[in-house]
């Protein structure tokens, strides 16, 4: 069984001024390598999704871009990089492998993130991460056996991760973790706040 991960690099940044978002730097690393050094541990491949392959995308060893499944030629968000990232991985690993999902904008996801999802998954299909406030659609353990159901909800107009994951089956799964760890830099208060939590970290 192979598992892919899948970064969703897709966000325009507007409330950053349209900036790329995986060129932003925290603590002096930009989110790109931030987010591609805490997954590699996880899994045996990787992908990027996003409308145009990203530059940064070359510096990573084995990292492959899939672009975002857009009808028409217009981006629906994360829908349409899930759903070219697990045709992708149902094509090249076959059924039984699986698709682990971040976003490249969030830099403190926990290290564990694969083996808690796994674990919480059981005989699911899918498993998203919960934490105590909200629920974390970006964070996700897909099988790629779905990419037929998620390309049926993409057709029928369901492009929400959580309502894409209540038509399979998802499962949701607890993580006792602070907010901080699934952290999505949107604004620049988020990235001020990410700073303040990169200094917390080297200094623990």
């Known amino acids: 069984m192979t598992v892919m991960g899948c970064l969703f690099a897709g966000g325009a940044g507007r409330r950053l001024g ?12 930009p989110l790109w390598k ?11 491949q990787m992908v990027v999704t996003g409308p145009t392959a990203p530059e940064w995308s070359e510096a990573v060893p084995g990292l492959v871009f899939v672009q975002d499944f857009q009808p028409n ?24 492998s699986l698709l682990l999902t971040v976003p490249i904008d969030a830099p403190f996801f926990p290290v564990d993130l694969f083996a808690q999802l796994s674990t919480g998954r059981g005989n699911a299909r899918a498993a998203l991460v919960e934490t105590e406030f909200r629920l ?5 353990l897909w099988s790629c056996a779905l990419a037929p159901d998620v ?3 993409v057709k029928q107009g369901k492009l929400a991760l959580h309502a894409i994951a209540d038509h399979v089956g ?13 952290l999505n830099i949107n604004t620049p208060e988020d990235i001020q706040r990410a700073e303040a939590v990169a200094t917390l970290l080297e200094q623990s």
């Open 136 to 140: 974390q659609p970006t964070f996700g």
């Open 170 to 182: 998802a499962v949701k799964v607890r993580f006792q973790a602070e907010d901080e760890a699934f």
């Open 34 to 44: 931030r987010a591609t050094h805490r997954i590699t541990p996880m899994v045996d």
């Open 73 to 96: 030629g217009e981006p629906i968000g994360p829908a349409g990089g899930l759903l070219a990232a697990l045709e992708h991985c149902l094509r090249e690993k076959g059924p039984e």
């Open 151 to 153: 390309r049926s909800c």
């Open 18 to 29: 349209g900036v790329e978002k995986a060129l932003i730097e925290v603590s002096g690393s």
